[in-house]
């Protein structure tokens, strides 16, 4: 094997391997999966109590050790996911996030007026998160008559892609699944 | 130097060739992995710094996502620049056809709720949603974004439970419907930093691309990040 050939092959190796290139780390298993994931967190989810119109679901105290911050900055968009698979709640509008400039952003694939995914995204890329610093996502829904719901939480590290443009959620690590009970 | 060139350009082209394997990306959707679906790119800004895509999360998706997408770790001053005068010409190109403009404004600095409040009501401006900054109980900077109720532009009670005990700085960024008569002169305020209409241009060139049963989500983000980071 010629030293390019043997060159491109190593480089073609590293572009695959998790954190070095960009091949796609992607879980959808409970807890930690990844060295970027966070080493410690607290989500929630419930019916509020002091406002019975409101349903909270939040991201809280989540840790990233020094391994994980360094593949966090740089290039990529830490982003906060809740997946709300019941899809039965209009989400209200209100978020708020202590992640560098925080953006928002909510879907509605199947078409029926609800948000099945609510992210909060670092929208620069230069900013930086910190080691041990506790991070939190915290957003909410109008109540409805459904006597539960459930939401998956999901942290992810987002890419513009550098072909088309287009901003994508590239590596993702699914955390935990949180209800919410109505009676 | 040639031997270099072509090792560097075959480098290239297998980095590109592994994202172009994932151009249609993965997505999770539920508790499902689907695929993304790309339909269209177009560049922004001839330098592709700054571009607009249009997107489905999956084939299925009743929803196309609309992005302006700031590739903003090398987007720099004049880079804005020229973004804020194309955007100039597009407002009042607009203003001449087009009673109410939907548009995404970014303050020069946070401004107080009164503020904000007088130069909203002044315009006769439609508030759809707004973003504020605050300083949290361990030093870090909140940020909210929340939605007017029928009593007020920020409701209050609402705003003090989500704040939960930070300190407000200010609010720096809305979206909403801004009277054509009144936008420019709206945009040349001290505190209005951008007052970007990007909306109504990329939801007529998206509509094309959507089928009766889909919808446009149309995302013009502010670029605060720019104004506290960059300027």
Known sequence: MNKKLLFLTVLLVFALLPNFGLARDTDYTPGASFAW???????????????SS???ASFEKVKFNQTATDLHNGAYYLTFEINNTTDNVPHNGWYSSNIPYAKYDKDDDNGNGYSEEIEAIKSYVGAKINANQEYYFRTSWFDSTDEWGEFDMIIQRSVVNPLNGEFEGYHYDFLETRYWFNF | MKKLAITVSMATLII????LVNNSSDKVSGNKITEEVVLKTENLLENGKIKHSVTKDNEDSKEI?????????NLNKQD?????KENSKNMASLAKTKSIIPSTVTFTSPISIDEFETLVNKNQIQVESFNLIALDNNNMHQFIQGVPNEESIIPKDKLEEVLNGADLEGVYAFKGNIPSKFIE?????????LTDVSKTILTEKSNKLKKEDEHLDVHVD???WFV???E
């Open chain 1, 37 to 51: 994931s966070p080493y410690s967190w607290n989500v929630n989810s419930y019916v509020d109590s002091s406002d």
């Open chain 1, 54 to 56: 409101e349903i909270v």
């Open chain 2, 16 to 19: 590109c060739s592994i994202f």
């Open chain 2, 65 to 73: 996502e609309v992005r302006v997408n700031m590739n903003n770790g």
């Open chain 2, 80 to 84: 804005m620049a020229n973004y804020k």
């Open chain 2, 185 to 193: 002169a709206f945009n040349s305020n001290k505190s209005v930093y």
């Open chain 2, 222 to 224: 502010d670029v605060f």
């Open chain 2, 228 to 230: 506290n980071e960059i």
